[in-house]
């Protein structure tokens, strides 16, 4: 099933997204593709799905400079560190560490181009 199909099930909305938005979407549901707010997309007062909140969404380039340096810090400087070793937020599918450094690197990737379900190859630095 569709993302568009499951917000057309909860009475329509939007479907944003940063790549193209599928052709065959329901008549309840907008596309909008690209940065967006609510605030631009309808007036929270016309909209009639579930999700009345405003929101702002930000580009996820934009959060390590300019104005929304501060959403980049606070993410992965203040909070994402200490919650991984904390366990609180736990990484996943698993990671599966196959070596260190650059000379680690053709490893992964040979393990990568053979198959891997379910895990994640990482290589630290």
Known sequence: MQVAQVIA??????????????EDIPA?????????SSSHLYP????????????????ALTIFYGDNQSVGKAIYQDFL???????????????????HGMESVEEACQKQKAGVSGKKIVVTV
Request: glycine share 12%; hydrophobic share 30%; no cysteine.
């Open 9 to 22: 099930q909860f009475g329509g909305g939007i479907l944003a997204s940063v790549l193209p938005p599928p």
């Open 28 to 36: 309840t549901v907008q596309a909008a593709q690209g940065q967006y």
């Open 44 to 59: 929270p007062s016309e909209h009639k799905g579930p999700f009345t909140n405003q929101y702002h969404t930000v580009f």
């Open 81 to 99: 560190p200490q919650a991984l070793e904390s366990g609180q937020i736990k990484p996943s599918p698993p990671a599966e560490i196959v070596g």
